[in-house]
């Protein structure tokens, strides 16, 4: 596509539910990344793949957290038993990997967790 | 480990005034140094971005950034600053292509 596309742009969940995040990167571009920004915060890493793999998830804050991207291309975070801590946007990037540096950004997706 | 440091979480400018937002940096290796944008309830948009080639970089908007190593500073400025430049500017670094780290913002005001 265009550009790097996130669903849901809003969710509201309750305390204690499963919530899915999507990240369509943009066309052939082999590393995706995963960040969190909290409100008044820089946007915190969270999760690095280059192809369908993990390469760093360093970023991930426990063990409810989890990102998969099976073919390489479309990515889901998935966070478990949601915490109101957990309220925040979720951004995802895309790049080629080549060491060109510079990710291009998806508009995020506003988690609210009442 | 990788680390930027923003200095002043808020910076203020008359309309017309010169732009300087602080930017200092820690890598122990080469680094990548980006500047991003975030407008209002908008994404993150790439300013500039030094990739060691000229340590003197041109960005979009009019913005420009210099990489000094002796200084471990890679400063954005803007000669002339205008209502539009409203925003949260995030410094950032990296290694080659691994996890980009950003400073926590600077929210630029603009005086009439």
């Known amino acids: 596509g265009a550009g790097v596309s996130q669903t849901p742009s809003n969710k509201v969940t309750e305390k204690g539910k499963y919530v899915e995040l999507r990240c369509d990167p943009i066309?052939?571009?082999?590393?995706l990344y995963w960040y969190r920004q909290s409100l008044g915060q820089g946007p915190e890493f969270l999760i690095y793949?280059?192809?369908?793999?993990?390469?760093?998830d360093s970023g991930l804050p426990n063990d409810r957290f989890f990102a998969v991207r099976p073919e390489g291309s479309v990515s889901t975070l998935k966070i478990q038993r949601t915490e109101r801590g957990d309220s925040a946007v979720y951004l995802c990037a895309s790049s080629l990997g080549q060491g060109l540096g510079g990710y291009t950004f998806g508009s995020g997706t506003r988690l609210t967790v009442v | 480990a990788q680390s930027v440091t923003q200095l002043g979480s808020h910076v203020s400018v008359s309309e017309g005034a010169l732009v300087l937002l602080r930017c200092n940096y820690s890598s122990s290796v080469p680094p990548y140094l980006f500047w991003y944008v975030q407008y209002p309830n908008q994404g993150l948009q790439l300013l500039l971005k030094?990739?060691?080639?000229?340590?003197l970089v041109k960005g979009i908007n009019g913005f420009e950034a210099e990489f000094k190593k002796s200084e471990t500073s890679f400063h954005l400025t803007k000669p002339s600053a205008h209502m539009s430049d409203a925003a949260e500017y995030f410094c950032a670094v990296s290694v080659r292509d691994d996890k980009i780290i950003f400073g926590k913002g600077t929210r630029l005001h603009i005086l009439p």
């Open positions: 793949f280059q192809g369908t793999g993990a390469a760093d």
């Open positions: 066309s052939g571009h082999t590393a």
């Open positions: 030094y990739t060691s080639a000229a340590t």
